[in-house]
């Protein structure tokens, strides 16, 4: 069975028919999920939950190695959800959607301070003043020492926008995510890691919310990203690829995994499946290959909208026709 995207609107009007749908969402005939409501759609997916699994394991793993079997190995290559997205995405498309950039943008800023006040709020239960909160939890990260100086320059009326947005989010967060109990086993900023190909090749992420205890027999950990701006085609697969990553570490999948959009209050669940599984190590192994040999790329996910037969147990891989302006 394909695997099926869960959304949290509930529109009160009869949206059997598209253009009911999207006049009852004009109508805002819909509210954010909260509270209970918001972690019962998390938690209850209506199928069974994966159970530990060495052998999919060891067929992901064995799938990936060796499509990657003739790619030439030097040193170790780590890989992020965001050097796949960047090498999966053709250039025309990296600009477009600013891959690779690198410079600071207030769409950036906005990102970085909702996720830690996000954080703060999983850690601490509760947030303050949103944007002195936020500055202060950037400042003490090294690795924002360029964006908090950018935000630190910006001009009164620049910052005074952004810290608005900020409060805002920071606010529908603080009164939609109910305080998780100490059963729930919440952690953020989770890592996640394997390596593959001898220890040659390490597949790394790190989780903005993992919660349920780690379990040998059946799944139990839900992954949650958060994001401050709309959506993108690439927020599913950064999940996948956490799931994959999960899978090929422990044999024990995430049950589920999940967006939350800070802006909307939306909130994405994926149910995590066999077939969601083999369609990340397809994309991991076609991203690996990529980063050594470009040329080797037909994965841009707005451009093209390639298929592969199953793997077999040969991990040989066959494509399907290219299409054209798929933004799927």
């Not at 999207?22 to 999920?33: D, E, G, I, M, N």
């Not at 990102?111 to 202060?136: H, K, N, P, Y």
């Not at 994926?270 to 040999?293: E, I, K, N, Q, Y």
């Amino acid at each position: 069975m394909p695997n099926m995207l869960v959304m949290d609107m509930e529109p009160t009007a009869d949206c059997s028919q598209p253009e009911h749908f999207a006049r009852s969402r004009r109508l805002q005939a819909w509210h954010p999920l909260a509270g209970k409501a918001l972690l019962d759609r998390l938690r209850i997916t209506g199928r069974p939950r994966p159970c530990a699994d060495p052998e999919l394991a060891a067929r992901l793993r064995a799938g990936i190695e060796r499509s990657l079997g003739q790619v030439p190995l030097s040193s170790l290559e780590v890989v992020t959800k965001g050097r796949l997205n960047r090498v999966l995405t053709c250039e025309d498309h990296r600009a477009a959607t600013e891959f690779g950039t690198g410079g600071p943008s207030v769409a950036m800023a906005c990102g970085a301070l909702v996720d830690v006040l996000f954080r703060q709020l999983m850690t601490v239960g509760s947030i303050g003043d949103a944007m002195a909160d936020g500055m202060a939890a950037l400042a003490v990260d090294d690795h924002r020492r360029d964006l908090v100086s950018w935000i630190d320059h910006l001009g009164a009326a620049d910052r005074a926008e952004l810290a608005a947005e900020v409060a805002r989010q920071a606010d529908g967060i603080s009164r939609r995510w109910p305080i998780l109990e100490p059963g729930w086993f919440p952690r953020t900023q989770q890592s996640v890691r394997t390596r593959l190909l001898e220890g040659t090749i390490e597949l790394s992420g790190r989780v903005d919310l993992a919660v349920g205890r780690p379990a040998e027999g059946a799944a139990s950990v839900a992954f949650v990203e958060i994001k401050a701006g709309g959506r993108r085609v690439e927020h599913r697969a950064d999940l996948h690829f956490y799931a994959l990553v999960e899978t090929l570490r422990s044999s024990v999948p995430p049950f589920v995994v999940a967006t939350y959009y800070s802006r909307t209050g939306e909130l994405d669940v994926d149910p995590v499946t066999d077939d969601l599984l083999v369609a990340a190590a397809r994309r991991t192994a076609a991203g690996v290959a990529a980063l050594r040999d470009p040329s080797s790329n037909t994965w841009c996910p707005r451009c093209l909208a390639p298929t592969f037969a199953a793997l077999g147990n040969d991990g040989e891989r066959t494509p399907t026709a290219r299409v054209k302006g798929s933004d799927r």
